[in-house]
């Protein structure tokens, strides 16, 4: 694919000179957006980036008269038709991917407050309204390439041992991802005199662990779930 690929860019910037050239400008210019990428070179663009990746806050910024072989919603359990329209309305079809177990559109306010408003009502997202239109295609087989230590435990709390977890090699290999620091006492710096000691990884992390666990409690204590 790489060498495909290079093989499509040298052509296109011996096509069309010009627009190499003015391209090479843009981008000299240390601040270019992809409208003036594309109005720079409207033949190489393509070429050069075939796949596009942006939020869909700023997908209003393109041309509007861009559009796209496929658009490919990769939060969509997470956010709503209206923060996706404009990149729904730019493509040929639409694959939307989400997890409405974990994700759903909570909103967002751009004003801090004690105490977050939230949505005044309940929206639909756009995985589901997609999956309503259009039916939609169950995975249940996991490729992450990291380790799955926690994949049981989220197996089950979420997906009742739906998901099939396919081995990492580091897995294969007998390897984790995680290592034992033990922290012993006494060994911080006696006096101020000899400097500051800063605090171990792996107590920060306790701390974090410790942390949790305390606000899980008081939590489940408030609001009596047991």
Not at 142 to 162: D, K, V, W
Request: glycine share 6%; hydrophobic share 45%; aromatic share 10%.
């Amino acid at each position: 694919m790489a060498h495909t690929l290079a093989d499509r860019w040298r052509n296109a910037l011996n096509s069309w000179p010009q627009e190499a050239a003015a391209l090479k400008g843009v981008l000299k210019s240390g601040s270019a957006s992809l409208i003036d990428l594309k109005l720079a070179s409207p033949n190489i663009m393509p070429v050069l980036a075939p796949v596009v990746m942006m939020s869909p806050y700023e997908v209003s910024k393109l041309a509007g008269g861009e559009l796209f072989d496929a658009v490919l919603l990769l939060d969509a359990a997470g956010s709503t038709i209206a923060e996706n329209l404009s990149a729904i309305k730019r493509g040929s079809q639409i694959i939307a991917f989400g997890d409405d177990a974990i994700a759903w559109p909570t909103g967002f306010e751009i004003e801090c407050r004690p105490t977050p408003l939230g949505r005044e009502f309940i929206v639909p997202s756009a995985f589901n309204e997609v999956r309503r239109l259009f039916g939609a295609e169950v995975l249940r087989r996991s490729y992450r390439t990291t380790s799955q230590a926690l994949g049981s435990l989220i197996n089950r709390e979420f997906y009742q041992n739906r998901i099939d977890f396919v081995p990492t090699a580091a897995e294969y290999l007998g390897e984790n991802n995680f290592a034992l620091d033990i922290v012993s006492e006494g060994n911080q710096a006696k006096t101020t005199f000899e400097g500051a000691t800063e605090s171990l990884d792996a107590e920060h992390f306790w701390l974090g662990i410790t942390t949790v666990a305390r606000r899980a409690a008081a939590f489940f204590l408030c609001h009596d779930l047991f």
